[in-house]
């Protein structure tokens, strides 16, 4: 079964930068779109910003211009520019099924153990 690490977090002022990293291992031929998600208050986990297995990302608006997410492979990360409060989350990885038939993949969905950012004022 495939198995998503995290790595990256910590805590930087208003302004500053992370990289978050999240690296598949073990059986990743079921894998197609990996993302980002961070835990909503009282909601559901939010995507932040998701890529194709031939690099199409996506962002959601509150981070678009700020965040940039790249792939290698079945790794990707997550550059997250000028970081404001707001931002403070636990960040989590996720990575999707392809078209192989959900028989063959039932253990995906598959989430990261989350990253936790914190951006002080």
């Known amino acids: 079964q495939a198995q998503l690490v995290e790595s990256g977090g910590g805590s930087v002022q208003t302004g500053g930068s992370l990289r978050l990293s999240c690296a598949a291992s073990?059986?990743?031929?079921?894998?197609?779109?990996m993302g980002w998600y961070r835990q909503v208050p009282g909601m559901d986990r939010e995507l932040v910003a998701v890529i194709t297995s031939g690099g199409i990302a996506t962002y959601a608006d509150s981070v678009r211009g700020r965040f940039t997410i790249s792939r290698e492979n079945n790794k990707i990360y997550l550059k997250m520019n000028n970081l404001k409060p707001a931002d403070t989350d636990v960040y989590y990885c996720n990575a999707a099924a392809n078209n192989r038939p959900a028989h063959r993949c039932p253990h995906i969905p598959i989430w990261g153990q989350g990253a936790q950012v914190t951006v002080s004022s």
């Open positions: 073990g059986d990743t031929s079921c894998i197609a779109a």
